[in-house]
């Protein structure tokens, strides 16, 4: 198997994302071999049950050398097998709740020996995996950076609000120690929370997302304590600047760049540019996405008709879908905010995507 093997992108359930560790505390390595299995068991999850890979392939995409032994990934394989999780979803035609219990997968170890991995998810977990209805949309080349747990578990979340009118996701206090399994060691201290837990893994996340984060903080009243946590996936070109008389003020300059080999791979997207050049159509749900932006008086049609027009000539980015999105997501702040007065809007994503 080679690097190109991987897909680009692939989708990590709402509710793996969201499952709960019940018993041994999972790592960020087993959080990251869990991610790496499924993307590359995504483009076989409906026809096959048991997947293989090479041992010296995965070594080499987590990034663990030539030299190490396999133990620390056999205790990483360990875990997941052995350590269940709680998974919490809605029933469809009763609306209740519920929560089921499995583990993450089943793996062969007498197979590792021969230099390969047979794997298989538990089927409890397969449906929601190969079908996902919510969705985190995901790449090995973002994922695989990340240095702690943290960061990963809150970037997996922030991808899935990325691109949505509101693109942002509150938790109370109760639920961000839920949601990343934060020690007794942390409750009660906000202020604990945020110098260790909170503010590292912003700026881990501005450091390898294809968006910036931001983070408030809600009071229950005005001088009130802490009692919720809010992040905000924004554009990156828009988060490095702080507010939007900056935006406004910033340069419209587009960078000229020579010409590029069409061969070359992409280090962000895995890719060669060639693989890019298909024409491009917009998942049917960004397209419903964006009419909701729009609303009543807008047509979601001839903006991204206008989208086009705009990166016709320029090398197109990976996820097409989320830039239109970002892209139109302030256009509409500009429609809406007097703050965006001045911004130009179709300079600023234009001279992000390279020329050909």
């Known amino acids: 198997m080679t690097r190109q093997s991987l897909p680009r992108e692939f989708k990590k359930a709402e509710q793996v994302i969201f499952a709960r560790t019940e018993g041994e505390d999972f790592t ?100 929601y995996i190969s079908n996902p209805k919510v969705y985190s949309l995901l790449s090995w080349m973002n994922v695989g950076k990340f240095r702690s747990l943290h960061a990963l578990k809150l970037y997996e979340v922030m991808r899935m609000v990325f691109g949505r009118f509101t693109p942002s996701k509150t938790f109370t206090v109760d639920e961000f120690h839920s949601f990343l399994e934060l020690g007794s060691g942390y409750s009660g201290r906000i202020d604990r929370v945020r110098e260790r837990v909170i503010d590292p893994a912003v700026k881990e996340i501005n450091e390898f997302a294809e ?51 069409h061969e070359t791979i992409d280090m962000f997207s895995g890719a060669a540019d060639a693989e890019l050049n298909e024409p491009l159509v917009l998942r049917s749900d960004t397209m419903e996405e964006a009419k909701r932006m729009l609303g009543a008086e807008g ?33 509409v702040k500009k429609r809406d905010d007097d703050r965006f007065t001045g911004v130009d809007i179709e300079a600023l994503f234009v001279s992000m995507v390279p020329n050909d």
């Open 28 to 127: 960020l390595l087993d959080r990251k071999v869990f991610n790496l299995l499924l993307a590359h068991a995504y483009r076989n999850l409906k026809v096959q049950s048991v997947h293989r890979i090479s041992v010296e392939e995965l070594r080499r995409l987590m990034g663990m050398g030539q030299d190490a032994s396999n133990e620390r990934l056999k205790e990483s394989l360990e875990r997941l097998w052995r350590q269940k999780i709680a998974v919490d979803y809605r029933d469809d035609v009763t609306g209740q709740n519920h929560t089921l219990r499995c583990h993450h997968l089943s793996f062969d170890l007498c197979s590792m020996e021969g230099g390969f991995l047979d794997y298989a998810f538990d089927p409890l977990l397969l449906d």
């Open 211 to 261: 968006f910036g984060l931001e983070v408030d903080y809600v009071r229950g009243g005005r001088g009130g304590k802490v009692v919720g946590v809010k992040f905000s996936a924004v554009p990156k070109s828009a988060a490095s600047i702080s507010d939007a008389a900056n935006l406004a003020a910033a340069t419209t300059s587009i960078r000229k760049r020579g010409p590029r080999d």
């Open 299 to 331: 047509n979601a049609e001839d903006e991204f008709a206008t989208w086009q027009r705009e990166f016709k000539g320029k090398q197109r980015m990976l996820n097409p879908d989320e830039m239109f999105l970002s892209w139109l997501g302030l256009r």
